[in-house]
């Protein structure tokens, strides 16, 4: 009987496996995971809003398998372990299919456990510090060698900037940002008391003391520069400050990677212009793609509303993620991450985005310059450059790669050809 019974479990497991895949139950749900409330609020409601619009725009295509899509919205109010916990309810409760979420890295570091742990599946749109690699996560935003690297070359090549402020708000992202950036300026020859860092907490007001250092930065008459990973609503005072100091884009350039238009929208931006900040996408982008996805958001959004970089990521991340899951015929996480390898979507600057084994985009590195209408002047785009999870600056990174595609692995040691399980900073 026992043999009989373990012969008839494994053909049916057998028959399972080789079943085709079944569609989707309607509606499919999309979980959408953006601080609508607290400091992050000013940069993640626009999130909201373009998956809102991504969805009503699919729905009118006809849906996804012939199902509706059903948006499910949740509020994690730019609170750190709340993320985790909204990430649980919008898979366990909501019982969504995917996930599109999350700004800051120290949020996506809580809701990554969650996801893993319940084989959920996150698309993840913002720039951020690399030296992550998850097969539960698609990252659309950039890695440092897409923006951080290059902001920093530009001011080491174009602008001849000697002196660097490395200025952060206190988390994850700016400091393993800056970590890689500190390696990489020392080996470019710029000595360590050249090189000032700075952490400050989410929100922060008062930056008097801070930009009157930066400014002492430069008394011996070497050209400094800001390279900003400042998040939130604290721009909005730092940015005030360096005004009011009377330092302009000709003094003291800054470059930022987490200032867009639509922080630009609430800022009086006449003392801004010059300052710089470095995407994979800005409004002012020239092509056909891009003039309609502007034009259908104000239509949805008003007039007065702009587009931004991590709209871009969404943009691109939620039609691969149609594509897969149609190629798949099914919204099954397993088999929509099989089939999310090499798609191909059009971005909105021209060119074509990529979807990488290491779960990375290849994308443009695009720098821009602040104008007095809070739009941005592109002054430097690249082809797209491949997304690279592990930094190539950070010794204990430099020998990993990630390949989910044929490795089966995030951290793979090209030195001792093994799959790396820990590492301090994952």
Known sequence: MNFLKSTLAGSAALVAMSAPLAAADCPIKVGVLHSLSG?????????????????????????????????????????????????????????????????TSVSRKSVLPVIEELNGLLFYPVQYEGEESSKNVFYTGAAPNQQAIPATDYFLEELGVEKFALLGTDYVYPRT????????????????????????????????????????????????????????????????????????????????????????????TSNLVGHLAAWNYFQSAESDANTEWVAAWKARMGEDRVTNDPMEAH???????????????????????AAMYGQEFPNLTGGTAVMLPNHHLAKPVLIGEIQADGQFDIISQTEEVPGDAWTDFLPESAVLMSDWKDLGCGMYNTQTKTCVQTLSNY
């Open 39 to 103: 400091t992050m609020a000013i940069s993640e409601t626009t999130l909201k809003d373009t998956m809102l619009m991504l969805i009503e725009q699919q729905n009118a295509k006809g849906g996804l398998l012939g199902c509706e899509l059903e948006a499910v919205v949740v509020d994690p109010a730019s609170d750190w372990p709340l993320f985790a916990e909204k990430a649980r309810e919008l898979l366990t409760v909501h019982n969504v299919d995917v996930i599109f979420g999350n700004w």
């Open 177 to 268: 940002t800056n970590n890689i950036l500190e390696a990489y300026l020392k080996a470019k020859g710029i000595p360590e008391t050249d090189i000032f860092v700075n952490y400050t907490p989410f929100g922060h007001s008062d930056w008097s003391k801070i930009v009157a250092d930066v400014v002492t930065l430069g008394e011996d008459g070497k050209k400094v520069g800001v390279i900003s990973t400042i998040n939130g609503d604290a721009n909005i005072g730092f940015y005030k400050e360096l005004a009011a100091a009377g330092i302009s884009a000709d003094d003291i350039p800054v470059v930022a990677f987490s200032v867009g238009e639509e922080e630009l929208s609430g800022l009086d």
């Open 315 to 337: 943009y691109i991340g939620f039609n691969m993620w149609v594509n897969a899951a149609t190629a798949a015929g099914t919204t099954d996480v397993d088999a929509v991450r």
